[in-house]
């Protein structure tokens, strides 16, 4: 994608972001009809987020764009230490069904694959100045969908994407909100800031007596 959004939260605000790379790309990937197109990247509601097919939303090869209220994601507006206004929060869900591996001789199956990508900035407290910092939040994650929970436990351990269980209503909110909230920096912090009242200082350099001059002084009389 290429794209240019300005964020305010509160007082603070941030200069546009230029978007380059895989974010937004797989729409060049799956063939959509007119009514999959993906939403206008304006403010849009999240309520039906909240109850999703995704096996269907594969079978459909579904791409969904929109940019949302941070207002509507309660946990991550817990953490914000100052008001989030309009702030908003960049998405792009890319569903599609994918070829299983299977040994030969063996039918072809298909798996639900989910790309969740995901942009917003937050204000949270710089553990150096404890003022707010607008700490930006960037979320690239592919999950995979399996038929059980035991299966999803089992293969998750050793996969790059996330495994999950399929279930035939989905909160596809619930799950940006997580990867959002796995993306906060477990230390926010300004990328120039000092502590209030901080100032450097030359390391101080005591005057101590030498140890040894006694021993020099009664080498003399000797």
Not at 54 to 74: C, K, N, S, T
Request: glycine share 4%; hydrophobic share 45%.
């Amino acid at each position: 994608m290429s794209g240019r959004f300005m964020y305010e939260i509160g007082a603070v605000s941030k200069p546009p972001l230029s978007y380059t790379g895989h974010l937004f790309l797989m729409q060049s990937t799956v063939s959509m009809s007119s009514s999959d197109k993906p939403s206008s990247a304006t403010s849009a509601s999240i309520a039906d987020w909240a109850q999703v097919n995704i096996a269907v939303w594969a079978a459909q090869g579904r791409i969904d764009e929109r940019a949302v209220p941070l207002a509507g994601f309660a946990r991550l507006v817990e953490e914000a230490v100052t008001e989030v206004g309009d702030a908003q929060v960049h998405v792009v869900l890319s569903a599609q069904e994918r070829d299983a591996s299977k040994g030969a001789g063996e039918p072809i199956a298909k798996q639900v694959w989910l790309r969740i990508e995901a942009q917003t900035y937050v204000p949270l407290t710089c553990q150096r100045c404890l003022s707010p910092v607008a700490t930006e939040l960037v979320v690239s994650q592919d999950l995979r969908f399996v038929s059980s929970e035991d299966q999803a436990a089992f293969e998750d351990e050793e996969a790059e994407e996330d495994v999950l269980a399929l279930e035939l209503v989905l909160d596809v909110q619930a799950l940006i909100e997580d990867e959002l909230i796995m993306a906060m920096p477990v230390v926010p912090m300004h990328s120039d800031c000092q502590p209030e009242g901080w100032q450097a200082s030359e390391p101080l350099i005591e005057d101590k007596p030498n140890p040894f001059a006694g021993l020099a002084t009664l080498k003399k009389v000797q």
